[in-house]
């Protein structure tokens, strides 16, 4: 356990993942604003879809701003609908949840703003460019912090395991990006009350 020496961090990170930033040091404000994102994107999702490989598609599209990542119809159906508005055309500046993935996001933001320094994340997906088997969130931390967060991550239905194939690392992961979404909060509104009761 520990945070990484700042001479092992790179532009893309710590921990042998490709295609990853650093987003450590991230405010309680920054944890905030991508959770509700988060929640609101979710629920957009879960409202137009009803199997794995559906919630898949319609995520990665809002994820990407790819609309040829909906499934068969979509605009057809839902053509009125935020989630085109969101999707936009494919050709937009900025992308949403800071680049990260429904699921996954606010964790990685809640666990940054306590000190944490997350990794790597990955939603778990129905298709081949999954890398793991259930939501995942690696990260570092402090002996600490792991303690403060123990009751949060049992409580929320997640659990820790042993990412040290990857250096200092630890992982949080849960049967559904619903348990992650969850943990994301128990630890800003627990972080909201401790500096309350200060």
Known sequence: MGLPPEDEISEEGY???RSVWDISGASHDDALAVIAEERHLADLVDQVT???EEFEAVATAIEDGAPGALPSGFAAKYGDGEILEIVGDGDRDEGVLAGLEIGVAGLSYALSSVGCFPAASCRSHSSDRTWSERP???FA?????????TPMVR???CGFGDGSDRGKLLLVEAPSISNLMDLANRIVTTTER????R
């Open 155 to 157: 409580d929320s239905g």
């Open 136 to 138: 995942v969130v690696f």
């Open 15 to 17: 921990g042998f993942f």
């Open 194 to 197: 401790q500096s309350f009761n």
């Open 141 to 149: 931390a402090e002996r600490a912090t792991v303690h403060w967060l």
């Open 50 to 52: 009803t199997t794995p």
